[in-house]
């Protein structure tokens, strides 16, 4: 009998221990909801203050009331408006946030008309003043090759250099180019990412040395996502194909050797908002999923007091919304 009572004390012991460690839960709030569909979200830090670029709009797409709303907030509860980018007549949508080296918030955006497919989509871009509590209004970006329908959909800087990547139809066809600018409105073509699928929204990191990645979503084919990676001057790539579809896709460095992978993910279920830990050959190790569901995805990602804070829209309570959450770093270990 006393070994049977050691016996269930040690396993109550061990089970309580367990339980102990279980991973944190994510926490999550609404911080935006005030549009009839409110989507597309990006986040950054800047003067230490939190700020949210969102599409505002009566639908997904086609929809040509869509404009870019700016938010901000110094502990990410209480949210004010800073700006407000709009063009009559079109569809603003999907802002990207960055911090130029002068010091300024630039808002890279896409402005379109949508009939049965894009008739006619532009790059524009805006810029905060050095306080961030005011923006300039939308102005024409300027690529240095022959226009068509061109999004350039993110930009990351780095050494005093922004690059993002331009996807672009042209004859019904395709493609994906490197872009570099010095400020924002200029671009140059570095290369061309011959990744085949219907390449389109890529974000950009720099790793440690100076290594150039991009993790890209594709729309044809298996639909598969790519890492694809080049060494300065970025002009020769390399392509390993995620097990993974994209949409919206999101990264952070995480470590040396690993990524954190903000995107939608497909399912026989439906459709979540998930951070996927890989390492840089795409290998999936592990999924953290957020309360989400319906038209979902879009991370805004950043570090913050050792959480991963992700501003991300979902439609899993019925409106369209944003929504900030913050997972502990342990999470990922």
């Given at each position: 009998?006393?070994?049977?009572?050691?016996?269930?004390?040690?396993?109550?012991?061990?089970?309580?221990?367990?339980?102990?460690?279980?991973?944190?839960?994510?926490?999550?709030?609404?911080?935006?909801?005030?549009?009839?569909?409110?989507?597309?979200?990006?986040?950054?830090?800047?003067?230490?203050?939190?700020?949210?670029?969102?599409?505002?709009?009566n639908?997904?797409?086609?929809?040509?009331?869509?404009?870019?709303?700016?938010i901000?907030?110094v502990?990410?509860?209480?949210?004010?408006?800073?700006?407000?980018?709009?063009?009559?007549?079109?569809?603003?949508?999907?802002?990207?946030?960055?911090?130029?080296?002068?010091?300024?918030?630039?808002?890279?955006?896409a402005?379109?008309?949508?009939?049965?497919?894009?008739?006619?989509?532009?790059?524009?871009?805006?810029?905060?003043?050095?306080?961030?509590?005011?923006?300039?209004?939308?102005?024409?970006?300027?690529?240095?090759?022959?226009?068509?329908?061109?999004?350039?959909?993110?930009l990351?800087?780095?050494?005093?250099?922004?690059?993002?990547?331009?996807?672009?139809?042209?004859?019904?066809?395709?493609?994906?180019?490197?872009?570099?600018?010095?400020?924002?409105?200029?671009?140059?073509?570095?290369?061309?990412?011959?990744?085949?699928?219907?390449?389109?929204?890529?974000?950009?990191?720099?790793?440690?040395?100076?290594?150039?990645?991009?993790?890209?979503?594709?729309?044809?084919?298996?639909?598969?996502?790519?890492?694809?990676?080049?060494?300065?001057?970025y002009?020769?790539?390399?392509?390993?194909?995620?097990?993974?579809r994209?949409?919206?896709?999101?990264?952070?460095?995480?470590?040396?050797?690993?990524?954190?992978?903000?995107?939608?993910?497909?399912?026989?279920?439906?459709?979540?908002?998930?951070?996927?830990?890989?390492?840089?050959?795409?290998?999936?190790?592990?999924?953290?999923?957020?309360?989400?569901?319906?038209?979902?995805?879009?991370?805004?990602?950043?570090?913050?007091?050792?959480?991963?804070?992700?501003?991300?829209y979902?439609?899993?309570?019925?409106?369209?919304?944003?929504?900030?959450?913050?997972?502990?770093?342990?999470?990922?270990?």
């Amino acid at each position: 009998m006393k070994h049977l009572v050691l016996t269930l004390i040690s396993f109550l012991s061990i089970s309580t221990a367990l339980f102990s460690q279980k991973e944190p839960e994510p926490e999550v709030i609404k911080i935006w909801d005030e549009a009839p569909h409110n989507a597309f979200p990006d986040l950054i830090r800047f003067s230490d203050t939190f700020y949210v670029a969102l599409r505002e709009g009566n639908k997904h797409m086609p929809d040509k009331s869509g404009r870019i709303r700016i938010i901000r907030s110094v502990d990410g509860e209480k949210w004010e408006t800073v700006g407000l980018l709009e063009k009559h007549g079109m569809d603003v949508r999907e802002a990207r946030l960055s911090i130029t080296p002068e010091g300024k918030i630039m808002v890279l955006t896409a402005v379109g008309i949508y009939d049965e497919g894009y008739q006619k989509l532009y790059p524009m871009v805006a810029f905060s003043n050095e306080k961030g509590d005011s923006f300039t209004s939308l102005k024409n970006v300027v690529i240095s090759r022959k226009p068509g329908l061109d999004w350039v959909w993110c930009l990351t800087w780095h050494k005093g250099i922004g690059y993002g990547v331009v996807y672009s139809t042209r004859d019904g066809k395709r493609e994906a180019h490197l872009l570099s600018t010095v400020d924002g409105v200029q671009y140059d073509v570095v290369s061309e990412l011959t990744v085949g699928g219907n390449p389109n929204e890529a974000t950009l990191r720099f790793d440690h040395d100076d290594r150039l990645y991009a993790v890209i979503r594709r729309e044809a084919g298996d639909m598969m996502g790519v890492i694809a990676s080049s060494e300065s001057p970025y002009t020769k790539w390399t392509y390993t194909k995620l097990p993974v579809r994209l949409g919206g896709p999101n990264f952070l460095f995480y470590g040396e050797d690993q990524m954190l992978i903000g995107t939608r993910q497909y399912g026989s279920l439906g459709t979540k908002t998930v951070v996927h830990l890989s390492d840089k050959e795409g290998n999936i190790e592990k999924t953290v999923e957020l309360p989400s569901g319906g038209d979902t995805s879009y991370p805004g990602m950043l570090f913050h007091q050792n959480k991963l804070w992700i501003a991300y829209y979902s439609s899993h309570e019925e409106k369209t919304s944003i929504y900030l959450a913050k997972i502990s770093e342990k999470s990922f270990k």
